[in-house]
T-cell receptor, first 111, second 115 residues
Framework: GDSVTQMEGPVTLSEEAFLTINCTYT??????LFWYVQYPGEGLQLLLK?????DKGSNKGFEATYRKETTSFHLEKGSVQVSDSAVYFC??????????FGKGTKLSVKP | DAMVIQNPRYQVTQFGKPVTLSCSQT?????MYWYQQKSSQAPKLLFH???????NEADTPDNFQSRRPNTSFCFLDIRSPGLGDAAMYLC??????????????FGPGTRLLVL
């Protein structure tokens, strides 16, 4: 069945460091791909998305490119801030509409 | 602001005692979802409503039920909670499940503790 695998955390970085969180998926067909973020004490919020191969989603300095050939959707940011500390979830959307999530990667950014 | 609201944020219940979690939305979305998220695990879909149509995931235990009395509200009922049902329960909404790129909007979640 459909599944999402993302890198284990926690990830600890210094402010202004480069961030990569790996995400790969297994799915039939061509799912839409999403990154959601969960800040402490809050619900999940959409960070970015891509709906077809080679699409690049971007928001708040974060980027991810839908790579069909490697079934990947890695999240990157060139310079992280303390305010980026959160849990990041990669997800794919099934044809029925619901999301299949990865386990989440906790990011801590130190000043 | 339009939003998804979950009450309560924390719920403590006793083993075997029925409990109901609540979700409401001001987005006027057609679809409402319930996810279960256990510690350090991915959120997992339990079921969803598309308007009044209920869609249960094949592996959702019978112990879990849901009601949607109107567009704005959706409830999750756990008939006889076990210790393994302790988790964060997330409610989400979306407008049209046929839109491949559509965003789901999540509430803050209700953390359930079973004693």
């Amino acid at each position: 069945g459909d599944s999402v695998t993302q890198m284990e955390g926690p990830v600890t970085l210094s402010e202004e460091a480069f961030l990569t969180i790996n995400c790969t998926y297994t799915a039939t067909g061509y799912p839409s791909l999403f990154w959601y973020v969960q800040y402490p004490g809050e619900g999940l919020q959409l960070l970015l998305k891509a709906t077809k191969a080679d699409d690049k989603g971007s928001n708040k300095g974060f980027e991810a490119t839908y790579r069909k050939e490697t079934t990947s959707f890695h999240l990157e940011k060139g310079s992280v801030q303390v305010s980026d500390s959160a849990v990041y979830f990669c997800a794919l959307r099934r044809s029925q509409g619901n999301l299949i999530f990865g386990k989440g990667t906790k990011l801590s950014v130190k000043p | 602001d339009a939003m998804v609201i979950q009450n309560p944020r924390y719920q403590v219940t006793q083993f075997g005692k029925p409990v109901t979690l609540s979700c409401s939305q001001t987005l006027n979305h057609n679809v409402m979802y319930w996810y279960q998220q256990k510690s350090s695990q991915a959120p997992k879909l339990l079921f969803h409503y598309y308007d009044k149509d209920f869609n249960n995931e094949a592996d959702t235990p019978d112990n879990f039920q849901s009601r949607r009395p109107n567009t704005s509200f959706c409830f999750l009922d756990i008939r006889s909670p076990g210790l393994g049902d302790a988790a964060m329960y997330l409610c989400a909404t979306s407008r049209d499940p046929r839109d491949w790129g559509e965003t789901q909007y999540f509430g803050p979640g209700t953390r359930l503790l079973v004693l």
